[in-house]
């Protein structure tokens, strides 16, 4: 019903918070190159030093014949560079051309005409610093666009000095420590450059895992719909059995005849507005409804919208009718007054007073009978 890049991203991102596996195991595979790259004294990294760098660095060791884990490590080796900056000092280290050290993003992007142009593209920075000056190679004279980007570079380079006394290091750019951490390069992999503040709500709302669950499928549209089902080749009737209009998420929770009656109810009792979509409710609806913070506003929603699906599903799947639109209310209290366990206790009273208020107005409906007649709403 979800694409596994919806479910497997972050909470707070919109997702359901469930590890790719494989993604995880290559974000693992670089902390290995930020240990490596940061260098040890440790026996594990004097052996990997002397078989495979030898000379240069990680970046510029050899893959051929080398262990499987070594050419993964060579695999994965760009994601390193999404977060890593590089501190240069005696440039042996550092890539000039790929590697983050001067600006925000590597030279390559910055002058990718002087790129295209330079004779070796895998050169470290000492290879370009020679007696206190800077001289890049390229393969052929270059134009007058070019010479003025290679004046810009150099105007750049002309504060940076090498040092020979100290080695090259790295930071981490994607955590505040500036130091490597596996959640925080699997963060930036599986963002969308978006925070669902939404999202954020319905998790850390004391609900049971399950019905947050629920209200992921709910916001997201991928509750199991006969519309969504039809999609994926259901043979059924694509109808609501209550009304025989198409069921589609929208249709079950908000738009049809029951779950507009149910809403209307909650509307007087709280004296709040009627929600015709949960874009609408997140749309800052929700806490007008219920009269109080979003946390017990959700809280509340839940039940009742809990309440509806588990009607539904009684009424396609067992073809259980309920007798009365307003047993839906009082089963949505039950899950409410089940669920306030998890609530801490000054929001167990204020809840409390809702259901009071809910049960309060229940008690006191009487719904007006009308004599039947020929006019016909429209």
Not at 140 to 165: A, F, M, W, Y
Not at 245 to 268: M, P, Q
Request: proline residues 2%.
């Amino acid at each position: 019903m979800a694409s596994w890049d919806s479910v497997s991203r972050p909470k707070d991102k919109g997702g359901l918070g469930i590890i790719n596996t494989k993604l995880m195991n290559e974000c693992l595979l670089v902390k290995w190159i930020w240990k490596i790259t940061k260098g040890s004294s440790d026996v594990w990294f004097k052996l990997l030093d002397a078989k495979y760098v030898q000379e240069g660095n990680f970046f510029t060791s050899r893959t051929l014949g080398s262990s499987q884990f070594w050419q993964g490590l060579h695999k994965v080796k760009h994601l390193f560079k999404w977060g890593a900056i590089h501190k240069m000092k005696d440039g042996y280290k550092t890539s000039f051309w790929h590697d983050v050290w001067i600006g925000d993003s590597p030279l390559r992007l910055q002058y990718p005409s002087l790129y295209n142009m330079c004779r070796d593209k895998e050169a470290l920075v000492v290879d370009y610093y020679k007696d206190g000056d800077w001289e890049i190679e390229f393969r052929r004279s270059l134009l007058g666009s070019e010479s003025e980007c290679l004046d810009l570079l150099i105007q750049s380079l002309q504060h940076i000095q090498v040092d020979t006394e100290q080695q090259d290091d790295v930071e981490w750019a994607l955590d505040t420590s500036k130091s490597f951490t596996t959640k925080s390069l699997y963060r930036f992999l599986t963002h969308r450059g978006v925070q669902v503040k939404e999202a954020d709500n319905i998790w850390k709302t004391s609900l049971p895992m399950k019905i947050k669950v629920f209200l992921w499928q709910l916001s997201h549209n991928k509750l199991q719909s006969v519309v969504a089902l039809k999609r994926r080749g259901w043979k059924g009737s694509t109808r609501y059995v209550l009304c025989g209009r198409h069921e589609s998420v929208s249709h079950i929770f908000f738009t049809c005849s029951s779950a507009h009656f149910v809403w209307a109810c909650l509307s007087e009792v709280f004296g709040g507005t009627i929600p015709c979509s949960w874009d609408e409710l997140h749309g800052g609806k929700l806490t007008s409804m219920f009269k109080t913070n979003m946390r017990l506003s959700l809280f509340l929603f839940a039940g009742i919208a809990w309440s509806i699906w588990r009607t539904r599903n009684k009424m396609a799947i067992e073809k259980i009718f309920s007798q009365n639109p307003i047993d839906v209310v009082y089963l949505g209290i039950s899950f409410v007054q089940k669920w306030w366990r998890l609530l801490k206790p000054a929001d167990q009273e204020k809840l409390s007073k809702a259901v009071d208020t809910m049960r309060g107005w229940l008690r006191s409906y009487n719904p007006i009978s009308l004599v039947a007649s020929d006019i016909v709403e429209i």
